[in-house]
């Protein structure tokens, strides 16, 4: 028997809230999709008052937009936004790794990377790549976590969904090539050299704007 989300227990809004934000974070609703209320609706078996509610939320998040004559539709980032989420995110994620590299992250932190980064592996080997955009925003939570600096890490969290929008073109052919760039950042701020692990940190943003300029969708 096929199990809705409207069975669950829990805030329909907030259900499905998690769903669609999932559904664009992994890249299956593109940039400039629509989403159609009745349809969601019915394929999440829930009446179009909580569609509506969590469209709101999505909305005051960024993932969407909508408009009286187009409807709501999956927010298209431009190539000035890109280049200005880009800047900011490697002036910000440089300075959490540095800070992290230099005061030294806590055994609680470093075991928590470790284990995202194992299970990022794992997933990346088994081709589940539905999973990768949760785990990546995790990834990059604890280190802004890491560098003891709350106002950097509300910032940054501010910051995530749009960067996951921008980031889901092409997750799946960059994946095995950025965990691999995590776990250099993770060995730069272990062996507290504050210079290599913003050395990696930079070739991680640029190698990720790199292959998002080359796969992103057409204006």
């Known amino acids: 028997m096929k199990t809705t989300i409207g069975a669950a227990y829990r805030p329909l809004r907030q ?3 998690d ?20 349809r969601l609706a019915e394929e999440l078996g829930v009446s179009r008052n909580p ?23 999956v927010t298209v980032i431009s ?11 490697a002036a910000l994620e440089v300075t959490a790794v540095r800070r992290a590299a230099a005061r030294g992250i806590t055994a609680e932190i470093d075991a928590e990377l470790e284990a995202v980064l194992v299970e990022g592996e794992s997933v990346t ?37 749009r960067l996951q929008l921008l980031f889901s073109v092409g997750v799946a052919r960059r994946s095995g090539r950025a965990w691999e760039e995590h776990r250099r950042i993770l060995e730069a701020i272990r062996a507290r050299d504050a210079d290599w692990a913003e050395a990696e940190m930079r070739a991680h943003i640029n190698g990720a704007a790199h292959r998002y300029q080359k796969e992103k969708p057409p204006a």
């Open 125 to 161: 080997e088994a081709g589940a790549y539905e999973r990768l955009s949760a785990l990546n925003a995790r990834f990059h939570d604890l280190l802004a976590r890491a560098s003891g600096n709350n106002h950097l890490v509300e910032v940054l969290r501010d910051l995530q969904n």
């Open 51 to 73: 569609v509506r509610e969590a469209i709101r939320l999505l909305e005051s998040e960024g993932l969407v937009e909508v408009t009286p004559r187009k409807g709501v539709m």
């Open 79 to 89: 190539g000035e936004e890109a280049d200005d989420l880009i800047e900011v995110r």
């Open 19 to 38: 769903e669609l934000r999932g559904r664009i974070l992994r890249g299956e609703l593109t940039q400039g999709s629509r989403v159609i209320e009745d």
């Open 15 to 17: 259900l499905v809230a």
